[in-house]
């Protein structure tokens, strides 16, 4: 087994990327179909003047032999992935590291490539390719009808090829190429639906405020670099300790920067915007890669870089009090949404929220935990609700399926069965997933030295419950309407499709999803309701064979046991009492909410307008940037800098002209400019020598 | 010298004969293109024996009595010759449908194409300043009379005339030179020439005729190689030229005039570093910015090709001028990713039927695939990475910087600045102006399709890997080093 | 009064021819057959050169080299005289001038 770990690892790694590359060449065989460009001219047009052909034999086999070449690749890195982390649990495998090659070096660097397989990245890797081949499988089901599915497997295997390269880098140059890589697929696939102006805006909204914080992480990377001379992490960590004795502020610069990069990736309070928006890519999208996976990846590098975090005791604290934030006010928002995916998407924040203060407090051990049980239950909600949009022909408002006239639960019985599970552990009622990660997340903050940590706690707790009411909220509103409300309302009026263009006037009834659908959701149900009691040993540090470095003055993690019972089972009870709250609030007394609202205008408004931070931001940021971009494009744009670059080009183009001149056409001219160079340089050369 | 020795000069042996033999099969089977499926034989035949011992092989000479050696097989002639035929391979499936419908397509061209290869392979392995000269003229006439092929077209011998006078005078230029060094030294060897010039240094200071002397062998190589001032023919003998000889003339005779420059600097030359190194220096700059500031204001294509050229090759002086091992490999480096990278955007050119730069207008609209094949190949040109044409500048100014010369590194960084902005003009016409016509390109022939295909992935990969071929040409240049 | 033949007096008349030669290329603006006959006469000044070194000093190398020079210099006056007989037919004319199609 051992022999052959290097291999796996890169395999794993390789695989997808290959899957993606095949699927690309695809189009070699098959170019581009009619259909596929159909929407891309709508744009520039502005009239439909190709109608989606109907798909020929071939342009099926394009599709098919596109999406089981991608699907296939992950299935099977998800099948070698698990292979590992079950050898590396068992001790049958070591973690090793393999170089693949070197890409270029300058003098005392090298740019090389290679992966690192440890515990962390193990996790990472089953974490990734499990959830990555559910959503390719339930994605054959999902976008069955789409034009352009292969393009949409291509960029969904690229997207975990990239991952893996992120989560297996063995430095940070390789992780950053990965960790851009996995910003561009989801830019791609945010904006799948190009033809949608709001795809588009959403997929540049994303794409910008992920820059904003990677120009954060560069710093820190370029500060790295400077201060350790290196960006290997085994190296990087072997200096921490010399490092900090004569430079701590490096440390905490360098940590600090680091982490405003993992904020914009993890859409951490402040840099969050982009992740609700990013629902307007297809659902599959958002359960791999804004709720199991790249949002993890500011979890994951934090955890990855602890050795660095633990020499930055303030960093942690800024990251403990940040994650708090960021849970208690995507908490909050997520009680008066109403587009389905959004309400999931604020509860990926706020859940993210958890991690990061898990990792304020030291827990690192505690976040991966519940980074790897939430990427189950969140991927499975996603997924759930992905099948709720399906059925209901890409509706997405919960009001909305309350007035359509069915009773979602008796339509939808098996999705309805999922989402539950999902949502027990999502709340965090035991034994489900979510109850073992959740509550050692809190217990651990609880447990922080100096008791530093139980403002947080306090915070978690309240955000748990919150939790349980808007994760019920989705169930009750979605699923427990009841039919004699209904006769009001005349047939479904608004089952026309709000997202992309449905071509089968026949399916007007919601409809359970296809098996292809549902099949995948039970891996993640499993996952949902069992991984926390089979993983709980992820919890403790011994777990993990020193991928993850605490300071022994750090010891909530340690002491994350010893707390007092009630503050142990607070947060489940606070729990149980939100989703009983839930019940009566959005199944039996539906008035309450609106009364609630009214009341309590202010509260009420501010998590409907998601705390104004979009506005705010538009005030703050966008207005003054632009008025600041204006004035610079009126005046430093077009007079300055286009006046210098055109100014030089025309320069340049002057020069070019003038020279012209002299490549007068004629012989003896050429033969004359030789001869003039020659004797120029052989009088320099004379004149050197006397 | 043993019996076996000599097989490690088959390459040569093998060209010249091949010719020999590839001029009957064209003059009795009158059929071009078997004729052009034995010259990639005979070329692969050549390519055998370098393959085998690529820089592992001995350095081995072949004496020429009191004359001293006439050829020298080193491992850095064996990787040069590599880099030549390889490219010289991939040349070949450009010549057959340029020629067929300029109703031109004769067996000669092969041949004449094996000749020009088998005088190349000379230059590269030659060690005395005879064998140079003989090289060199094999090398250029086939090519003056490749150039003018074309015989009804005015532009076509206009080419060819001017090619022919002014490389005639570089070649009367180097004659002299080579005399000027005979008077001088009385032995016209590389080693002999090395020999003495070091004694001559060692003595005092070098006589002015010798350094007259190899001034004017050293431009007749700069004439090849269309450094700046030595240029002027360029543009127009890449324009008047067939297509597919414009491209071979872009791309071979480069190669072997570089390997050749880097073996005279390192060998009989190198005792004169403090004279030529500076004078280089400059050369490379002004070509450079020749190059890239002429190329901005062209309208034909091919011109502007041959600017671009111009430029490339003053980046690649860079690495000449650095004169270390890690110079003289990035040298070859950047000229075997510009040499393939030129053939893939002659191969699109030819593919896309485009002469002038309005002729791509749009091109976008019309062949997404050979849009993206020059948006590729435009943008290794200019050196964005991760694409091979990065790693290729990076080689040179790093070899630069370590030789010490830093501004020559930060000049040929600035001058890459201004060779980017006729690439990205160029995509820019492509993909945002409106073309004039909406008609899509006419069918790509096979040939340009596989140049256009091995040009990208080679693009990409070396982009990725550039130590496949980095680290041959590092292993060939410490060999003469 | 009579001086003796050094070699410097070869040299500076192989100089001279070369000059020459080089001249008539630049200066030349009429024929282009003038032009292959300075071109002859820059080549018989390198022979010149090799042939007096060879002379003055006892080496061999320097008449075979001129002897290579004399064949290769026959192939090519050959090859540009079918260049020339190519430019005529199309052009009609041997004028250098003439050739100015490509230019800028």
Redesign the interface.
């Known amino acids: 087994m051992q022999a052959l770990v290097p291999q796996l690892t890169t395999l794993a790694v390789l695989l997808p990327a290959i899957g993606a590359l095949l699927g690309a060449l695809t189009f070699l065989i098959w170019p581009t179909l009619k259909a596929e460009l159909a929407h891309g001219h709508d744009d520039h047009h502005g009239h439909d003047d190709h109608a989606p052909e109907a798909p020929t034999a071939s342009s099926k086999w394009a599709h098919y032999v596109a999406m089981s070449l991608t699907t296939g690749s992950v299935l099977a890195a998800t099948v070698i992935s698990w292979t590992l982390f079950i050898g590396l649990n068992n001790g049958t495998a070591e973690p090793v590291t393999t170089h693949w090659f070197t890409w270029f070096s300058a003098g005392p660097w090298a740019v090389t490539f290679g992966t690192m397989l440890d515990k962390l990245s193990a996790t990472m890797l089953i974490v990734v390719t499990s959830v990555s081949a559910c959503v390719h499988v339930y994605s054959w089901g999902y976008m069955a009808e789409d034009a352009s599915k292969r393009r949409f497997f291509i960029y969904l295997s690229a997207f975990t090829f990239a991952m893996l390269m992120l989560v297996t880098a063995p430095n940070l140059v390789q992780m950053f190429l990965g960790w851009e890589g996995v910003g561009v697929c989801s830019y791609l696939l945010i904006g799948f639906w190009f033809h949608k102006a709001s795809a588009n805006a959403a997929a540049i909204k994303a794409f910008i405020v992920n820059r904003v914080a990677d120009a954060a992480m560069l710093v820190g990377l370029f500060a790295l670099a400077a201060t350790f001379g290196t960006l290997t992490y085994s190296e990087i960590f072997a200096k921490v300790d010399a490092v900090s004795a004569t430079n701590s502020y490096a440390i905490s610069f360098i940590a600090l920067f680091l982490f405003i990069g993992a904020m914009g990736k993890s859409a951490q309070f402040g840099l969050h915007t982009w992740l609700p928006d990013a629902m307007e890519g297809p659902t599959p999208v958002s359960a791999l890669i804004h709720a199991a996976t790249m949002v993890t990846a500011g979890v994951f590098l934090l955890c990855r870089m602890s050795p660095l975090y633990e020499a930055a005791p303030q960093v942690l604290h800024i990251v403990g009090y940040v994650g708090a934030i960021t849970a208690i006010f995507a908490a909050t928002v997520g009680l008066t949404q109403t587009d389905i995916k959004r309400v999931i998407a604020y509860s990926t924040c706020s859940q993210l929220g958890y991690m990061f203060f898990a990792i304020g407090v030291s827990a690192y051990p505690a976040a991966m935990f519940h980074l790897t049980t939430h990427a189950f239950f969140k991927a499975l909600l996603f997924l759930g609700a992905g099948s709720v949009i399906h059925g209901m022909h890409h509706e997405q408002n919960i009001f909305n399926y309350a007035k359509s006239g069915y009773v979602l639960r008796k339509v939808l019985p098996i999705t309805y069965g999922l989402m539950w599970l999902g949502s027990l552990a999502l709340a965090g009622i035991p034994p489900f997933a979510g109850y073992f990660s959740k509550d050692l997340v809190l217990e651990s903050a609880f447990a922080a030295p100096g008791g530093w940590g139980l403002p947080l706690y306090a915070i978690g707790t309240l955000a748990a419950m919150l939790t349980a009411i808007y994760g019920f909220r989705i169930i009750f509103m979605s699923f427990h309407n009841k039919p004699k409300v209904d006769e009001a309302h005349a047939k479904p009026t608004k089952a026309k499709s709000k997202k992309e263009a449905h071509h089968d006037d026949h399916h007007h009834t919601p409809h359970e999803s296809p098996w292809i659908m549902l099949v995948p959701m039970l891996p993640l149900a499993f996952g949902a309701v069992l991984s926390g009691w089979l993983l709980h040993n992820m919890g403790t540090l011994e777990w993990w064979d020193g991928s993850i470095v605490i300071h022994h003055a750090h010891s909530a993690l340690h002491d994350a046991h010893h707390i007092p019972e009630f503050f142990k089972k607070l947060p489940l009870i606070l729990a149980i009492s939100g989703i009983t709250l839930a019940f009566y609030l959005f199944a039996e007394y539906r008035g309450i909410p609106k009364r609630i609202s009214q009341l309590l205008p202010i509260p009420y408004a501010i998590s409907l307008n998601k705390w104004y931070i979009d506005e705010i931001y538009q005030v703050l940021w966008v207005n003054p940037t632009a008025s600041v971009a204006r004035f610079f494009a009126e005046w430093g744009d077009k007079k300055g800098i286009d006046g210098l670059l055109n100014g030089g080009a025309a320069t340049v183009r002057d020069f070019g002209q003038w020279l012209r001149g002299a490549q007068t056409g004629y012989v003896y001219h050429y033969a004359y400019a030789m001869l003039l160079a020659l004797t120029l340089g052989l009088g320099y050369l004379l004149w050197k020598t006397m | 010298m043993t019996h076996l020795d000599i097989l490690l000069t088959t390459p040569l042996l093998v060209l010249g004969i091949g010719s020999l033999f590839l001029l009957m099969l064209g003059a009795f089977s009158n059929n071009a293109r078997l004729t052009g499926i034995g010259a990639a034989v005979v070329i692969l035949a050549a390519m055998v024996q370098p393959l085998l011992q690529p820089v592992s092989g001995p350095v081995f000479a072949i004496d020429g009595g009191a004359g001293g050696h006439l050829m020298q097989v080193s491992p850095f002639t064996n990787i040069a010759t590599l880099i030549l035929l390889g490219i010289a391979l991939l040349c070949l499936p450009l010549i057959e449908n340029y020629f067929k419908a300029a109703k031109a397509y004769k067996p000669e061209v092969y041949v004449l194409v094996v000749l020009a290869l088998a005088g190349m392979v000379a230059l590269i392995t030659s060690a005395h300043l005879l064998t140079l000269y003989v090289a060199l003229e094999l090398m250029s006439f086939p090519i003056y009379i490749l150039t003018a092929f074309l015989r009804d077209d005015a532009k076509s011998s206009e080419a060819g005339l001017k090619y022919y006078v002014l490389g005639s005078m570089a070649s009367g230029l180097m004659l002299y030179g080579i005399s000027l060094i005979y008077a001088g030294l009385g032995t016209l060897s590389f080693t002999g020439v090395f020999t003495a010039l070091n004694n001559a240094a060692a003595t005092g200071e070098a006589a002015p005729m010798l350094l007259v002397g190899t001034t004017l062998i050293l431009v007749a190589s700069l004439f090849k190689l269309s450094v700046a001032p030595f240029h002027m023919w360029t543009p127009d003998v890449y324009e008047g030229a067939p297509t597919p000889v414009t491209a071979i003339m872009g791309s071979l005779p480069k190669i072997a005039a570089v390997a050749l420059l880097i073996r005279l600097l390192a060998g009989p030359f190198d005792s004169l570093e403090g004279y030529w190194q500076p004078a280089l220096g400059w050369l490379a700059i002004a070509s450079m910015l020749v190059g890239a500031s002429l190329a901005i204001v062209q309208t034909n294509l091919k011109r502007l090709l041959a600017f671009s050229t111009i430029a490339n090759i003053g980046f690649i002086m860079v690495g000449i001028v650095a004169a270390n091992p890690q110079g003289a490999s990035g040298a070859l480096l950047y000229l075997g990713i510009y040499a393939f990278t030129t053939l893939g955007l002659f191969a699109a050119l030819m593919a896309s039927g485009a002469q002038t730069v309005n002729d791509l207008k749009g091109l976008a609209t019309r062949n997404k695939g050979l849009a993206a094949t020059f948006l590729l190949l435009l943008f290794s040109l200019a050196g964005i990475p991760p694409l091979a044409g990065f790693m290729a500048k990076f080689a040179v100014f790093t070899a630069a910087v370590q030789a010490g010369l830093v501004p020559l590194a930060i000049a040929g960084v600035l001058s890459s600045v201004l060779a980017l902005f006729y690439s990205l003009w160029l995509i820019k016409v492509m993909v945002f102006d409106t073309p004039d016509t909406l008609t899509p390109t006419p069918k790509i022939p096979q040939g340009l399709n596989i140049v256009m295909f091995v040009s990208c992935i080679a693009t990409l990969i070396l982009g990725i890997f550039p130590n496949m071929l980095g680290n041959l040409t590092l292993a060939a240049a410490t060999a003469i080093f | 009064m009579f001086y003796t033949l050094t070699?410097s007096h070869v040299?500076t008349l192989?100089a001279l021819l070369?000059t020459m030669?080089?001249a008539g290329?630049?200066?030349?603006?009429r024929n282009?057959i003038a032009?292959l006959m300075c071109?002859e006469l820059?080549?018989l000044?390198?022979s010149i050169?090799?042939v007096?070194?060879s002379y003055f000093?006892a080496?061999?190398?320097?008449q075979?080299?001129s002897m290579?020079?004399l064949t290769?210099a026959a192939?090519?006056l050959a090859?540009?005289l079918?260049?020339?007989t190519?430019?005529f037919?199309?052009?009609g004319t041997i004028e250098?001038?003439a050739?100015?199609?490509?230019?800028?």
Request: overall charge positive.
């Open positions: 070699l040299l192989s070369f030669g080089m290329i630049v200066l030349n603006r282009i032009i071109l820059v080549l000044s390198v050169n090799l007096g070194t000093r080496d061999i190398t320097g075979i080299f290579f020079i290769v192939a090519e090859i540009g079918a260049i020339v190519l430019f037919r199309n052009r250098i001038d050739a100015d199609l490509m230019k800028g």
